[in-house]
């Protein structure tokens, strides 16, 4: 089995689990990099708020900062985002595979009603008014509902 870092997993699943920041990991997925204040530019929030962002996907792994002067930009780095895809490639594989294993138990035995059931009943599920009824309640007619006697009425 696969020893995977937890605390790294942990934070980069809690940092992609913000629209916000899933939004300016893909607007540096466009470019190389961008200073902190291109990237706030399409964002209704304000600068300080794009900074908290920026910490949390730095803390992460997720970008790296560099400070030019007074510029700082910020670019995508890989490492976290590889070991989340490693993950969840092992569990796109389990899925995939009980998946084809269903698909292939399904196309193998298909279950036609006009052959489980006794030919006794197909007339009988033809005539209802709600077309054929499940297999467990095909032995069943349904009855009419009877309406009840009024209860005794109160006299003031």
Known sequence: MVKYQEDV???TFAALSDPTRRALLARLGDRESLSVSEL???FSMSLPAIIKHLDVLSDAGLIAREKTGRTVTC???????????DWLNRYQRFWSDN???????VEEDPWPPSQALPSTILP???NSPRGPASRSRAGSARRPKKSTPHGPTRKN
């Open 9 to 11: 997993l942990d934070r």
């Open 124 to 126: 009988a599920m033809a």
């Open 99 to 105: 998946l084809d294993r269903l698909a292939a138990f």
């Open 40 to 42: 706030a530019q399409p």
């Open 75 to 85: 670019r995508l780095t890989a490492s976290p985002m590889e070991q989340a895809m």
